[in-house]
């Protein structure tokens, strides 16, 4: 995700942009092998592998990518995930990403990003027919969007995520297959939510760091 609709003139937008993708890239990979066992434990076992793919596939079109304007580098990547994750993240994610490309790219433009983030959240819950409480990656986003349009520092909004993906922890899930399990699925982080937290997480602090805050 970039946080920002038109970085500032000091920031290489390129550059930028790969660097992001790398980082989710490499965030991913490092925790694929955690993300398949929470996964494992309330569905089927392979989200952390379904999301390497799609961040993988994402890497490798990085050049074409930062070759864009950021809205459309936004819907390019947000194509890139649907085609790439399997399950049901693959869709939520190019969902977000998708709107979030749109609404930048949207005339007349929306006020800030903040709104933007805001627009497209809704969007991934329409598309995935839940909301938040339910155990999935919208109880990370729904916070971070609220955070958002706090003004929360990125680098605050960093070390909060983490925080609303382990507070699935204690919810029973109500959508996809963890839904099956009913109260087993109480005491389990869900994947999703993991996922989202890393992404998050390591988007803002790339951002912050380049002064795109």
């Given at each position: 995700?970039?946080?920002v609709r038109e970085?500032k003139?000091?920031?290489d937008q390129?550059?930028?942009?790969?660097?992001v993708?790398?980082?989710?890239?490499?965030v991913?990979?490092?925790?694929?092998?955690?993300?398949?066992?929470l996964?494992?434990a309330?569905?089927?076992?392979?989200?952390?592998?379904?999301m390497?793919?799609?961040?993988?596939a994402?890497a490798?079109?990085?050049?074409?990518?930062a070759?864009?304007?950021?809205?459309e580098?936004?819907?390019?990547?947000g194509?890139i995930?649907v085609?790439?994750?399997?399950?049901a993240?693959g869709?939520?994610?190019?969902?977000?990403?998708l709107?979030?490309?749109?609404?930048l790219?949207?005339?007349p433009p929306?006020?800030?990003?903040p709104?933007v983030?805001?627009?497209?959240?809704?969007?991934v819950?329409?598309?995935g027919?839940s909301s938040?409480?339910?155990k999935?990656?919208?109880?990370?986003?729904?916070?971070?969007?609220?955070?958002?349009?706090?003004?929360?520092?990125?680098?605050?909004l960093?070390e909060?995520?983490?925080?609303?993906?382990?507070?699935?922890?204690?919810?029973?899930a109500?959508?996809?297959?963890?839904?099956f399990?009913?109260?087993r699925?109480?005491g389990?982080m869900?994947?999703?939510?993991?996922?989202c937290?890393?992404?998050?997480?390591?988007?803002c602090?790339?951002?912050?760091?380049?002064?795109?805050?």
């Amino acid at each position: 995700m970039i946080l920002v609709r038109e970085p500032k003139s000091a920031i290489d937008q390129a550059a930028l942009i790969r660097r992001v993708i790398d980082a989710c890239r490499n965030v991913v990979a490092e925790h694929e092998t955690h993300l398949c066992d929470l996964d494992r434990a309330i569905g089927d076992g392979d989200h952390g592998t379904n999301m390497r793919r799609g961040l993988e596939a994402l890497a490798a079109e990085s050049q074409q990518l930062a070759a864009m304007s950021v809205s459309e580098a936004m819907i390019a990547a947000g194509t890139i995930l649907v085609m790439s994750i399997g399950g049901a993240a693959g869709p939520l994610y190019g969902t977000l990403l998708l709107e979030i490309g749109k609404g930048l790219a949207a005339e007349p433009p929306p006020a800030k990003f903040p709104d933007v983030f805001q627009q497209s959240v809704a969007a991934v819950a329409r598309r995935g027919k839940s909301s938040p409480g339910e155990k999935t990656l919208l109880d990370v986003l729904y916070p971070v969007s609220e955070a958002m349009m706090g003004d929360t520092p990125l680098q605050n909004l960093a070390e909060k995520a983490q925080g609303f993906a382990d507070r699935t922890i204690d919810m029973k899930a109500m959508r996809g297959r963890a839904s099956f399990l009913g109260e087993r699925s109480v005491g389990h982080m869900d994947p999703g939510a993991a996922s989202c937290a890393l992404l998050c997480k390591t988007v803002c602090r790339e951002l912050a760091q380049a002064g795109a805050a």
